[in-house]
């Protein structure tokens, strides 16, 4: 009996204070929009920067009759394949013989192998990083260059670009997301405020009669939970409407390979959530004041 009046007296108040309820419903839905497109953003620019980082590998060459004194022998180049067995921050690594280079080398660069008299080029490893922020630090192990190789290169230049390009992708989305959802509890509360301003005179006569702050409290907590969950949904099937008709057409601009962002149904039930905890968060903040009758 009593959750039915409290139900009844929330419905009754979005019903009374229709023009609020709209637009406590159109803060979230705008807020919950923006903020699925920052998640749905970020993960896909997460997911791109982990499959660029993926690329960033360590190239240990090791010495040619050209390059050294004399070539590298079998159990120097054992010696180094047992130092990255042991080392945890090498995720894989490839043998690369001189023919293989060659082979290569003539699909890349025709032209120059067709001229060559001999082959030039050195045994290698291609060793692959647990994480691309290891591609120094492995690098770093080979120097100075144990006997039998000729120097350990990761492309450095590159390696830090990469790095650099998906910290600042990573740290500006988490960011603005972040202020976002601050500004769309803000919003949701001022909007909330409004309605319980407007009935102030209500809740004080209510506290004069005996109610209990929680009787009070959960109808404003419920209408915040309802504005909460159809802004929320409003936004979800906007971003369904966007998803269908506007990525299609943007998503073929882009060389983005493999990455993508979360699926769809994890994102929804995130913003769900995320606009009813904001419903119901800035209901009860909000109406503390006006209980202190």
């Known amino acids: 009996m009593r959750f039915r009046v409290v139900v009844a007296e929330a419905w009754r108040s979005l019903t009374a204070s229709l023009s609020t309820t709209l637009a406590a419903a159109l803060t979230v839905l ?40 004399q070539e590298a022998t079998a159990s120097q180049i054992n010696v180094v394949r ?11 690594y490839q043998f690369v013989s001189k023919s293989e280079a060659l082979e290569i080398m003539k699909k890349q660069q025709p032209a120059m192998v067709d001229s060559l008299i001999s082959n030039p080029l050195p045994n290698s490893f291609t060793v692959t990083p647990v994480k691309g922020e290891y591609t120094g630090a492995i690098a770093q192990t080979f120097t100075p260059p144990p006997a039998g190789v000729e120097k350990a290169t990761y492309g450095e230049k590159t390696a830090s670009r990469v790095l650099k390009a998906a910290r600042v992708i990573k740290g500006s989305f988490l960011l603005a997301g972040l202020i976002l959802i601050i500004a769309s509890a803000m919003l949701i509360a001022n909007t909330i405020r409004l309605s319980i301003f407007a009935r102030r005179r209500e809740i004080e006569v209510m506290k004069l009669v005996g109610a209990t702050n929680w009787f009070i409290r959960v109808p404003f907590m419920l209408e915040g939970i309802i504005c909460g969950l159809v802004g929320s949904v409003l936004a979800v099937l906007l971003l369904v409407l966007g998803k269908e008709l506007a990525l299609p057409q943007i998503v073929p601009r882009f060389d983005a390979g493999d990455a993508h962002a979360w699926p769809f149904p994890l994102l929804a039930a995130i913003l ?6 904001l419903g119901a968060a800035g209901s009860a903040v909000t109406l503390r004041r006006f209980l202190k009758v």
């Open 82 to 92: 047992a130092k990255l067995d042991g080392d945890s921050r090498v995720k894989s």
């Open 30 to 69: 705008i807020g919950m929009f923006l903020v699925g497109l920052l998640i749905a953003f970020w993960t896909f620019a997460d997911s791109w920067s982990n499959k660029q980082k993926e690329k960033l590998v360590v190239k240990v060459f090791f010495c040619t009759r050209d390059t050294c004194e």
């Open 272 to 277: 769900i959530l995320l606009g009813l905890s």
